[in-house]
């Protein structure tokens, strides 16, 4: 017997005419087809039309292609936040290739490490970075070493080429504008590699698919209530997590990309008024620059500026400060293995009408999924239970869905366990409210066990932010004989501000318990990662050897 299930499951198989692999390099050419003459970038006092970028994009990948670049090679790419690094983005996929952008802050060493593990065949470099990235290349043997592609940029003093090295300008001579797009077979092929800041041990190499970065830059824009043609200002690295896949979003949006080399106070401000930006991404520590700007540095925003912002989790006094100088924030969270951010705070419209702390503490939670991603939970890593949504209970976040990573390069027994029980493993704790939106207490790593009580460091800090002479802080176990490890702060002290151990501890016992209190206190700029997250690890470390 015929029925309907057999024609819709059997006969109406997928086939060429309606079947072609999700990828972001439709967001280019669909923008260029329709908004040609739309501008696609400015960068000082040069711009760039869709129309120019989808043709030099074509030239750099046809370029790349006859320079001995094949389908599933990777690209390494060594910019900041300038044109020459938002069209890697396209031209590198175009031409089948991998992309895999190298964050900017690392040595030598590092660099060297990621293009070997990645087996980059070319790495495109700022001059700003001639310098460290010639010395990664010095211990790779020649026959395995990347074709150096300088990429000349007016904002920096331009580098002179070296033997076995070539400007950008000429692969894009090279290039056929004629020449076709090699579109990926399947959509679970890889298109890009990012290293995790690699805090213990070398670097994971997590390779993201084209389906998942369509899918990751698609739900940006509905989470973020994104209309077409936003103004977006590149404060985010790009090389992290590919930009938590903007370059994609804004193009997808037929939006203006603003490209900013240095992340000051000053310029933000500057570039906010100037072109009218509607939207950028910041980590908190942004958002920190922005709050303790200088008096002649602020400028109040024409229209309500979007700040999406996520890295560690954002305190509600800085939540509420931002928002009191004109700006929106939307909190998310989510990490390098699953494209940047996969969890939002969605927004209320009743929370509206709470109180300003009510509304910060709403706010600093990290949600529910993105519409991509296809669960979240709180889970107790050892039963595999989910924990109660009660808002109390800690366990481990977990995640699962179109929006994780195919896994880490060279690495299937880290991969696996990962993956333990059907789900991603984050590494962060936190607990389930009963609304079912997440909220972080911890790295795993970093509750504190005091005397058999845990403590969350996030508390602490929490805590900390409230005193108006603390810029940034930090919360760490150190040892103890007798507690087994006890609470110590590192903070930073706004300009001109001073404070003393005792004073921070009392101010402390205002809020908090007295065995949750910092036992020590130290003043010092804390060490930073390029999204602002700081470096924990760091300090650990320190008062390991105090």
Not at 83 to 97: K, N, R, S, V
Not at 177 to 186: D, L, Q, T, V
Request: glycine share 6%.
């Amino acid at each position: 017997m015929i029925t309907n299930k057999n024609i819709m499951e059997k006969d109406l198989q997928p086939n060429q005419a309606n079947y072609f692999p999700l990828s972001p390099i439709s967001f280019l050419t669909r923008t260029a087809n329709i908004w040609p003459d739309k501008i696609a970038w400015i960068h000082g006092k040069k711009k760039n039309t869709y129309k120019q970028l989808l043709e030099k994009c074509t030239l750099i990948a046809s370029g790349l292609r006859k320079n001995g670049i094949s389908t599933g090679d990777t690209v390494a790419a060594l910019l900041p936040n300038v044109p020459a690094m938002l069209e890697c983005h396209f031209a590198i996929p175009m031409a089948g290739a991998i992309l895999n952008t190298i964050n900017t802050r690392l040595d030598a060493k590092s660099i060297e490490f990621i293009l070997k593990h990645g087996e980059a065949k070319a790495v495109l470099v700022d001059p700003e970075f001639s310098g460290v990235i010639r010395e990664s290349l010095k211990n790779i043997s020649p026959q395995k070493r990347p074709l150096l592609i300088n990429c000349p940029d007016d904002e920096f003093i331009k580098s002179n080429p070296k033997n076995n090295e070539a400007i950008l300008d000429e692969i894009i001579k090279e290039g056929d504008i004629n020449s076709e797009i090699i579109w990926p077979e399947n959509e679970w092929q890889a298109c890009s590699l990012n290293y995790t800041s690699g805090t213990t041990g070398d670097p994971k190499g997590v390779v993201y698919h084209h389906r998942g970065a369509w899918l990751t830059a698609t739900s940006n824009q509905m989470v973020w209530e994104m209309k077409k043609h936003p103004t977006y200002l590149w404060t985010l690295p790009m090389f992290h997590c590919n930009g938590w896949c903007f370059p994609w979003t804004i193009t997808a949006m037929a939006g203006t990309h603003i490209c900013l080399r240095k992340v000051e106070a000053k310029n933000i401000y500057s570039l906010i008024k100037k072109h009218n930006v509607t939207h950028f991404c910041g980590a908190p520590i942004v958002l920190s620059m922005l709050i303790n700007a200088k008096k002649t540095e602020i400028i109040k925003p024409k229209n309500k500026v979007r700040i999406m912002t996520a890295a560690s989790s954002p305190p509600p006094e800085i939540l509420a400060a931002i928002e009191e100088k004109g700006f929106e924030v939307t909190h998310v969270y989510g990490l390098t293995e699953v494209y940047g951010p996969a969890v939002i705070c969605e927004w209320k419209e009743e929370w509206n009408k709470l109180s300003r702390d009510l509304r910060a503490k709403k706010k600093a939670r990290q949600g529910v999924q993105y519409p991509a991603l296809a669960e979240i939970s709180v889970i107790n890593p050892e039963s595999m239970f989910p924990v109660p949504s009660d808002g109390k209970t800690i366990g481990e976040v977990m995640l699962r869905g179109n929006m994780v990573m195919k896994g880490y390069l060279k690495n299937k027994k880290t991969t696996k366990e990962s993956f333990l029980g059907g789900w991603f493993h984050t590494g962060d704790l936190g607990v389930m409210h009963p609304d079912s939106y997440i909220e972080l207490k911890d790295r795993s790593k970093d509750i504190i066990i005091s005397g058999g009580e845990n403590i969350s460091s996030i508390e602490i800090e929490e805590t900390l932010y409230k005193n108006p002479k603390i810029l940034a802080a930090a919360v760490v176990a150190r040892p103890d004989k007798k507690w087994g490890e006890v609470p110590c702060a590192f903070i930073e002290l706004k300009v001109g501000k001073k404070s003393s151990q005792t004073e921070i501890i009392n101010f402390c016992k205002k809020h908090l318990a007295n065995f949750k209190c910092p036992k020590s206190v130290f003043f010092e700029v804390l060490p930073k990662t390029s999204t602002g997250k700081i470096q924990k690890f760091q300090l650990r470390e320190k008062v390991r050897n105090i």
